[in-house]
């Protein structure tokens, strides 16, 4: 494992293998098989099995899994069997959106904080934040230990956000500004773009459409 | 390519090198190397050659490619050689978010309508729409042709909300609602999971951690 690359694609399943997981020992059941977590993902039974298999061996042949320690290890390697404290900055639409978002307060991760840099924002409510002042988020980060940094500001404010966030102890950075940041080999970016997403659906529409299914 | 199955990874690299061919072509460049592609999007000169073998033969060995030809016929792969009018449905902090989001607004894509059920919602204005209760969909459709529906509804209302839109002639649909849909086979979805992002980012700084990188 020391020196494997995992593909992102299969970090992506794991951590939807995961949350499937979460769901069977909610309901009690304890044992499940690769072809039962493929039906329930959406993908083939080789594809989790394969999957799996970059990380050691698990399950019994004929048995299958036990529910509570594949959910257990997959948290682990997902690093999500510690807290991670996140910021959002941008206290706009996407930024007022991202705070409440159902995903960032579960399985280990919680919006600490929220900044911006308009007057006009600074003080307003969002859930049981209030927006602070990007100038206070060395001292924030002080008390909350801020892990990861959500930059959710226009293209021209980015970058110097990242900065801030990267001087500061920040770790990681999930960036929706469309643009492409300079940050040190340390710290882990992931960009999100929506827009992808619906090239793939006109893509597919499209792509059928030429096989005339 | 009539029976061909192209990676989704593949396609979100394909929608990727053709935004950087657009940027080049802005900038009057007319040739570019699959070398060149690799290091302006952060991926090996291998894999922009594998993706793009997928489609055909493209460029002259020694020369490269020609901008303009090549930009225009991954627009036409990804079906960007048409209009593409989007549908938000919900106007909460996201929807609000994803009407104002530039990249549902450029590239063939435009946001063409917002609705919801909320009455102190309904009449609102975003940019320049309008938001317009979800009743009136059919006959906004039938002004509009609205191709793909863009979810961003509580998960209750998500799956009624998909069977109108798709009753009325919706190809497609990015779900942002965290919950499979039932749909018909000839629709095609996407479900948005911004969490999966953030556990990627874990992964990968716990991955390091396990390397003493």
């Given at each position: 494992m020391k020196t494997l690359r995992v593909p992102e694609a299969t970090v992506t399943r794991l951590s939807i293998y995961s949350r499937f997981l979460e769901r069977l020992d909610r309901n009690g059941i304890t044992t499940v098989s690769s072809g039962e977590i493929a039906e329930g993902v959406g993908v083939s039974p080789a594809q989790v099995r394969k999957d799996l298999a970059y990380f050691g061996e698990f399950g019994t042949r004929g048995?299958?899994?036990?529910v509570k320690d594949l959910m257990k290890y997959t948290l682990k390697i997902l690093g999500l069997d510690q807290t991670w404290s996140l910021a959002i900055i941008g206290a706009g639409n996407l930024g007022f959106a991202l705070c409440t978002y159902?995903?960032?307060?579960?399985r280990g991760f919680y919006v600490a904080a929220v900044f911006d840099i308009d007057p006009t924002k600074i003080g307003k409510r969002i859930g049981k934040l209030e927006v602070q002042p990007l100038d206070s988020f060395p001292e924030v980060t002080g008390h909350e230990h801020i892990r990861i940094g959500v930059i959710a500001v226009p293209i021209r404010g980015a970058q110097e956000v990242a900065d801030l966030l990267i001087k500061n102890g920040v770790e990681a950075i999930l960036n929706f500004a469309p643009m492409a940041l300079n940050v040190p080999d340390h710290i882990e970016v992931r960009n999100v773009d929506l827009s992808v997403k619906l090239e793939i659906l006109t893509f597919n529409l499209g792509f059928r459409a030429a096989q005339n299914l």
């Open positions: 048995v299958g899994y036990n159902y995903g960032f307060n579960v």
